[in-house]
């Protein structure tokens, strides 16, 4: 190959993946940060696929939503902390909710161009250890202090503190260019697709229904280490019901009429991390391990989600909702890779909440494409029944996705689709020969 050649694109393997398990904010977890979370994950990864010693892994990359001015290099900060070598480098990324499926997939594309063998790829985050921001006020008075150059500016300066300057920033779950919480967003987008209450709870209760299985068959054995005291995710309810959940009270929309969003339809505040292997071919076969899948494209996409809500309603007939963007990002990437949802034997959609999945599959019907057999879609659970770190979230997906595919000891092919903060979505496709 001369120089100015490009590489040719190489098959990226997913070779298995490990999490902690999830846990609800302010519980077994609370204390935790996301690097001890994040190390406890990778530490659990190195140890199933022997990648302790000199150059066992290639990169790792990782990231968070919530994340800690100490946190500025917090994947490379996980590799210190962890069991790998130290000289194993590593970044951060972030896109919100999607974070971990990118970080999947810049990993991924450096495998894929022959720039690294294998690489670590996942994400963190905890609610309970939310970083709070110094009033901003108080802080333009302290920087003017710390600018003063004399003793006697920087008094002056400092005098003019008040009580309600040391009360601090508070995170807030909610849009920065809109004001409505993701939930709220959520509660538009299912008044406009006109998703019931009913069948949002009947999507719920049949997430928790399927981990539990997925638990009890011992599907995640080999996929969730134990932390802090859980060994399985926190959230769980094996005994969710439709019948249950319909006792809840709605929780968002609850200013317009008939309110369908409740805490058991949407995904709680929670505390976790997961990590995912991704390596060349050549790299799993000298080391003999066999790959579960491969990663074989992925799409991104955005939607102008300020433009609905300003109106006070979603955008372009609820496919710009603020959790709407996968309603382009698949169509996208069906038609570039030739696929069509029929060809896909399962179909993981990051549920944030229950009426996000639905209005995401009314989106795609109305596009063109097939309706999604419910019997594919989320087999081993999702996001309502594990939680939602968010930055961990597509890290565990691409890890569950990957051992279903191989359960199936035939060829297979799985799609990904994970809505993020911002109007972003990301979506990938997993396939076994």
């Avoid at 979370?37 to 530490?43: F, G, I, N």
């Avoid at 710390?146 to 909610?174: C, E, F, M, W, Y």
């Avoid at 990002?329 to 229950?354: C, K, M, N, Q, S």
């Amino acid at each position: 190959m001369s120089p100015l050649e490009p590489p040719r694109a190489r098959r990226v393997a997913v070779v298995g993946g490990t999490r902690i398990p999830f846990a609800r904010s302010d519980g077994p977890y609370a204390t935790a940060s996301d690097q001890e979370m994040l190390t406890a994950a990778l530490d659990g990864l190195a140890e199933r696929y022997g990648l302790r010693g000199p150059g066992a892994v290639g990169e790792f990359v990782a990231g968070a939503v919530l994340k800690h001015s100490r946190d500025f290099n917090l994947a490379r900060e996980t590799v210190l902390g962890s069991v790998l070598d130290p000289r194993t480098p590593a970044y951060d990324v972030q896109q919100a909710c999607g974070t971990g499926l990118q970080a999947v997939v810049a990993a991924a594309n450096k495998i894929a161009l022959g720039q690294t063998e294998s690489a670590v790829a996942g994400g963190a985050d905890t609610a309970s250890d939310a970083p709070l921001g110094v009033n901003d006020q108080l802080r333009r008075i302290l920087l003017e202090a710390r600018r003063a150059k004399s003793t006697g500016a920087r008094l002056r300066a400092l005098a003019r503190v008040r009580p309600g300057h040391l009360v601090p920033d508070i995170p807030r779950n909610a849009e920065p260019r809109t004001g409505l919480s993701m939930g709220e967003h959520a509660a538009v987008t299912a008044r406009a697709w006109g998703i019931t209450r009913e069948a949002q709870d009947a999507l719920a209760a049949t997430s928790h229904q399927r981990l539990a299985a997925a638990y009890e068959r011992g599907f995640f054995d080999d996929l969730v280490v134990p932390f802090r005291g859980l060994s399985r995710d926190q959230n769980l309810r094996p005994d969710s019901t439709p019948e249950k959940l319909a006792a809840l009270k709605p929780v968002f929309g609850t200013d317009g009429p008939a309110p369908t969003m409740t805490a058991g339809n949407s995904t709680p505040l929670t505390d976790g991390a997961a990590t995912v292997l991704l390596a060349s071919e050549e790299w799993a076969a000298e080391r003999g391990l066999e790959p579960l899948a491969y990663l074989t494209a992925y799409e991104t996409a955005a939607v102008d989600f300020v433009a609905g809500a300003a109106a006070g309603r979603d955008a372009a007939g609820g496919e710009d909702g603020l959790l709407m963007a996968p309603a382009y990002a698949v169509p996208r990437l069906l038609e570039r890779t030739g696929y069509g949802i029929e060809d896909f034997d399962l179909i993981e959609i990051h549920e944030a909440f229950a009426s996000q999945v639905l209005a995401t599959l009314a989106a795609w019907e109305k596009r063109g494409l097939a309706p999604v057999d419910r019997a594919r879609l989320n087999v081993a659970g999702s996001s309502l029944a594990t939680g939602h770190p968010f930055a961990a979230t597509g890290a565990r997906i691409v890890a569950t996705l990957a051992k279903l595919l191989a359960e199936r000891e035939a060829p297979g092919r799985g799609l990904i689709s994970v809505c993020a903060a911002g109007g972003q979505g990301v979506t990938a496709v997993l396939e076994r020969a």
